[in-house]
């Protein structure tokens, strides 16, 4: 089904990925998006590395780092730049089958209550599948109903890419759309429902909140409907350099003391260095690091 963006029948969120598109269309450089307007200015001070090169160098390296990862799957917000980066990164996986990448969708403007009703309204639906088909579990259901979402499809743009409903929302992703980016045919129906289900942006967006929290200064203050976003956060960094060091030493927390819940503790880095895994303190010493 091809899909007009001046339907009113069509989902808003639906809605606002058409709009992705054709805000990527007018561009001249269709991966460029680090567009500079009155709001969006270069930095005053030090220097501001393209969006390019960082999404290539990313990949780039997350491709070098699973490299002995059996099968990839890439997870990736709506963006032009993205997608190019990724199925450059990945080319050769993606042909020999070992790696696919998917836009993801979700609606993050929903209260608490249209969150509420869509969890329960797809709790409804599942369990009236396993009725209807004699399903063992909600799991085959819900691959029951992702068969049926693909078979309604919506295609968008001359690259006829297909956007498809995620029929499983959970609480921070109550509504959800995927679109697979590098679908050659070869996947049985089920294996391609499976794939559908596994979409999800949930894990690096929980990430982002646990840094915000525990930094203050990345901390983004609380919005409600009357607020309308007229806010200013009174632990905002006046200088983003600020934000650098600090991001800096949360980044080794995080991979370093708060993986001892495991039972393998994470790797070390270099012989000089040793990081205590308490969570009461966290000493850190480096001798070979050269002074300011």
Not at 12 to 39: C, M
Request: glycine content about 4%; charged content about 30%; aromatic content about 8%.
């Amino acid at each position: 089904m091809k899909a007009r963006l001046d339907s009113e029948e069509m989902d808003p969120l639906l809605k606002l990925v058409g709009l992705r598109y054709a805000d990527a269309f007018v561009r001249d450089d269709i991966e460029q998006s680090d567009y500079k307007n009155r709001d969006v200015a270069l930095p005053k001070y030090g220097m501001l590395v393209h969006e390019q090169y960082t999404m290539y160098s990313h990949l780039l390296l997350l491709a070098q780092l699973t490299k002995s990862a059996p099968k990839v799957r890439l997870f990736m917000d709506q963006d032009p730049g993205m997608r190019t980066a990724a199925i450059s990164a990945f080319g050769e996986r993606v042909k020999a089958r070992a790696a696919d990448v998917f836009f993801v969708r979700v609606a993050k403007d929903a209260n608490a209550y249209q969150k509420r009703n869509a969890v329960a309204a797809a709790q409804k639906a599942r369990l009236h599948v396993m009725t209807k088909y004699g399903l063992p579990d909600e799991r085959a259901a819900a691959v029951q109903i992702m068969k049926q979402q693909l078979k309604k499809a919506v295609k968008i743009t001359r690259w006829n890419d297909r956007w498809v409903l995620r029929p499983w929302p959970i609480a921070a992703e109550p509504s959800k759309y995927v679109c697979w980016l590098t679908d050659d045919g070869d996947y049985d129906e089920d294996h391609v429902a499976r794939l559908h289900l596994l979409a999800t942006l949930h894990p690096i967006d929980r990430f982002f909140m646990q840094t915000r929290r525990r930094v203050s200064r990345a901390e983004r203050a609380v919005v409600s409907v009357r607020q309308q976003r007229r806010m200013w956060n009174g632990y905002g960094a006046y200088n983003p350099r600020s934000c650098n060091g600090i991001s800096r030493f949360t980044g080794r927390i995080t991979t370093t003391v708060l993986p001892e819940r495991t039972a393998r503790p994470p790797p070390c880095g270099s012989g000089s260095q040793r990081v205590c895994r308490s969570r009461r303190r966290c000493l850190t010493s480096d001798k070979s690091r050269s002074k300011p």
